[in-house]
């Protein structure tokens, strides 16, 4: 037996590695997301609540975002994924930012008080509480650019 250690197969976490995991949860929301702002366009033209698919993605949809909300994600998460804090560290603010106004507008547009179904509701509940989720994970990964 020798008592040489082996070498380890992942490299040491690095300051500048330390926040990626952040940045890929970021994506990975924003992933999940645009696929349940798909199915809840899909859901409310099935359901009646709009009478096409793109105003089922538009400012009045209930159980999706708007698409140009699901193109800003979708460019912002791409920005917080990258090494540079100076792209990143912004990216991060504003998918915060997006995060809470999409909880927020609920209540302003009416959302929240609209005749939905308990599984539209739950939907709902579900597709808001992503939009935080992004938002918390946005600002975990804020946290660990201005501590490099």
Known sequence: MSSVPSP???PPATSAS????????????????????????????????????????GPQARLSAPIPMMIAQVVLAFAVSRRRRAVAAPAAVLLMIAGILAFLSGFSD???????????????????????????????RLVTLLRR
Not at 36 to 50: F, H, N, P, R
């Open 18 to 57: 330390a926040g990626r995991p952040f940045a890929r949860a970021v994506v990975a929301t924003v992933g999940i997301l645009l696929v349940m702002d798909v199915a809840g366009a899909l859901i409310s033209l099935s359901a009646g609540l709009s009478p096409t698919f793109l105003d089922a993605l």
């Open 110 to 140: 009416g959302g929240y008080a609209a005749d939905l179904t308990a599984a539209q509701r739950v939907f709902q509940v579900v597709l808001v509480a992503g939009h935080l989720a992004m938002g918390v994970f946005a600002g975990l």
């Open 8 to 10: 380890s197969l992942t």
